[in-house]
């Protein structure tokens, strides 16, 4: 009688057809207070190694789940490319609106940007460099204008932080406002982020219209 042929061993490893966007759009599907990595296992009935293998750790792939819904609000968004002013503010604006649609768990990621969040800013840089801005200072516009945004945004999600700081400050200034009038009467005039976004970007573009004209 013939011998029965032994089962083949079991392969030790990823399984099959796990991998970086099943596993972000499982993650996208989970409350970012409640994510880990082995939620997402469980729900793909998979190893936790095995998810880690494909997107690193938990804040990488909160990271990867953020960049992705930020992609999806931010493919709608259309920056002029022959008004480079506009484009600045249409930008940032964008920008900030997305982030703060995503919540307080937008301000964790400091990776880089996935080419969907990316988008918006080629475009700026478009309009920058087509009105006459050199591609160098393109970019370092680029990148102050993302410090701009994220801070406006930081201020708008983190009250709890902002609103303490604010309050040992006027506590300081209220006790020394002798000493510091001036300072006391600028602390009288309170201002939303926003507010302060758009004040910051009339002196960024009336600096690059400066540049523009040297």
């Known amino acids: 009688m013939a011998q029965a ?11 099959p057809r796990l991998s970086r966007d099943r596993i972000v759009q499982v993650a996208s599907e989970i409350d970012p207070a409640d994510l880990t990595l082995t939620a997402v296992a469980d729900r793909l009935g998979a190893a936790r190694n095995a998810v880690a293998y494909h997107v690193g750790s938990r804040e990488d792939l909160l990271a990867l789940v953020i960049e992705r819904r930020l992609a999806t609000r931010l493919a709608d968004l259309h920056v002029p490319l022959d008004d480079w002013r506009a484009a600045v503010r249409t930008a940032s604006h964008g920008m900030l609106d997305a982030l703060l649609e995503e919540g307080p768990a937008a301000l964790a990621v400091t990776r880089a940007p996935l080419p969907g969040v990316i988008g918006p800013s080629e475009d700026l840089l478009k309009a920058l460099t087509k009105a006459g801005f050199t591609t160098h200072d393109a970019g370092r516009t680029l990148g102050m204008l993302a410090e701009l945004v994220y801070a406006a945004a930081r201020n708008s999600l983190d009250a709890g932080a902002a ?3 604010a309050a040992a400050l006027v506590e300081v200034i209220e006790s020394r406002a002798d000493a510091y009038p001036t300072f006391a009467e600028a602390l009288d005039q309170r201002w939303e982020p926003r507010e302060q976004l758009n004040f910051s970007l009339n002196v960024v573009i009336l600096g690059l219209e400066r540049v523009l004209d040297d």
Do not use: W
């Not at 042929?5 to 399984?15: C, H, K, L, M, Q």
């Open 5 to 15: 042929a032994e089962p083949a061993p079991r392969r030790i490893g990823r399984p």
């Open 163 to 165: 609103s303490t700081t």
